[in-house]
């Protein structure tokens, strides 16, 4: 008859542990290699973990955005009386929803600049009422995010964080400068015809600031 030990039933369970301990090792690295992503530098994926470039941002969007606020603009005296008529319906005719206030209104027109104040110039547009105040954006500053917002496919959901976000408006507006109001001279345009192409966000609908993508001097 053979005699089992204590001490040979120790070592056995203690085997069964390290077994046990070492197919779960085993496991979980198996498990780990499966979910490791192999990303490429410079790939779409990459990209995605890239700290956010605001200059190579608005480099790439403002055409697109120029060009598509462009394809939306409406004249202003037809804007105008749309929205005279009927605010809503005009901003769901004409507009794109931008930030929960009020839609973004896609314009052009061409009118006589007035009074400058801080490079915010009035511009009477012929057909648009004198009840309706036009203003346009020339800088230094631009303000707002309309530029942003004007084409509805730019969202919160694209970027990291709101700083980011907030950025993409602002690199599109420094964008803008660059291409448009830097071939003017923005501080003296009182008295000149202007023709512009540009977005406001309908809140007021008797005061409306124009973001322009387009500015000639006639």
């Known amino acids: 008859m053979s005699t089992v030990t204590p001490s040979m039933n120790n070592r056995s369970r203690r085997g069964i542990r390290v077994a046990i301990a070492t197919v779960l090792v085993l496991i979980l690295l198996a498990a780990m290699a499966l979910s490791t992503k192999a990303v490429k530098i410079g790939s779409a994926a990459d990209t995605q ?12 969007q403002f055409p697109k955005t120029q060009a598509a606020i462009e394809s939306r603009a409406v004249s202003a005296d037809t804007l105008a009386a749309a929205i005279a008529k009927d605010q809503d319906a005009a901003g769901k005719q004409y507009g794109v929803a931008g930030g929960g206030i009020g839609p973004e209104m896609s314009v052009k027109f061409t009118g006589v600049a007035g009074k400058g104040d801080s490079g ?8 648009v009422p004198d009840s309706v105040t036009v203003r346009v954006q020339t800088g230094p500053a631009i303000n707002g995010t309309d530029l942003r917002d004007a084409t509805g496919n730019i969202s919160f959901g ?13 690199a599109i507006n420094t964008e803008m400068k660059k291409e448009v109001l830097s071939k003017i001279d923005t501080a003296k345009l009182t008295g000149k015809t202007i023709s512009v192409v540009g977005v406001f966000q309908l809140v007021n609908p008797n005061g409306w600031l124009v973001t322009p993508v387009k500015l000639d001097v006639k």
Request: charged share 10%; net charge negative; proline share 6%.
């Open 49 to 60: 973990t890239q700290v956010f470039d605001p200059d190579a941002y608005g480099a790439a």
């Open 158 to 170: 694209q970027f990291t964080n709101q700083i980011d976000y907030q950025n993409a408006g602002y």
């Open 120 to 127: 915010i110039y009035y511009v009477k547009v012929p057909g």
